[in-house]
């Protein structure tokens, strides 16, 4: 059974062209660091009945129990796919090849917001591995029903007059090469691919709406 999906994380509002080009930047940056996705239910409500090890804390979050886990329990305790590493103030969870910072674990709601390393210190750059639906269900992870993704992608030429395709000004260069991001929902956005340009990589984000 598939858990509620997740409430509307941001709302904003684009009057223009050049306005959402200049909004792009820190808008990115909170797009990305609201990779929201929700532990599948049924392994959830498998490994929550159990009672055999105590709840503890990682990081800012107390009471965690079932179905996660730290590197450092017994065997018998959670499960290895959601197995937490904790350090100080900070709580990650490994998901394929990269490390993510957990900012938000809710058991009312069965989900769990991770953000990416590499923007956790509002740097810019490209995600640290594409995140498509297989790559979570792989992972025992699920995107909420309807999730919104953000594609990224490398143009071999500059794309006028295009809303959806947005240009990420610090990934871009000026001669041959322009990196834009697409966010749409359903994981959708390869529809929308130009034809000079390739699909770079693909992460889930929080639901978001335009005026």
């Not at 990196?179 to 034809?195: E, I, T």
Request: charge should be neutral; glycine fraction near 6%; charged fraction near 15%.
């Amino acid at each position: 059974m598939r858990r509620a999906r997740a409430q509307k994380a941001w709302d904003w509002e684009i009057g223009s062209v050049e306005e959402a080009i200049l909004m792009l930047l820190p808008l990115l940056f909170l797009l990305l660091s609201q990779a929201a996705v929700t532990a599948t239910g049924q392994q959830q409500q498998q490994q929550w009945s159990q009672e055999a090890c105590a709840p503890f804390s990682c990081g800012l979050f107390h009471d965690i129990s079932h179905p996660f886990r730290r590197t450092t329990d017994p065997p018998q305790c959670g499960d290895r796919m959601y197995e937490l590493t904790c350090d100080g103030d900070k709580a990650t969870i490994s998901i394929g090849s990269t490390h993510y910072l957990i900012t938000q674990l809710s058991y009312k709601s069965g989900t769990i917001r991770l953000v990416d390393p590499k923007f956790a210190s509002g740097s810019c750059g490209l995600p640290s591995q594409s995140l498509s639906p297989s790559n979570l269900s792989s992972s025992g992870f699920d995107h909420y029903q309807n999730g919104w993704w953000a594609s990224f992608m490398s143009c071999r030429r500059r794309i006028e007059a295009q809303s959806l395709y947005q240009l990420v000004p610090c990934l871009s260069n000026k001669t041959n090469t322009f990196v834009y991001v697409v966010v749409a929902d359903k994981g959708n956005s390869l529809s929308y691919l130009y034809p000079s340009c390739h699909f770079v990589s693909m992460i889930p984000v929080a639901e978001v709406r335009r005026h």
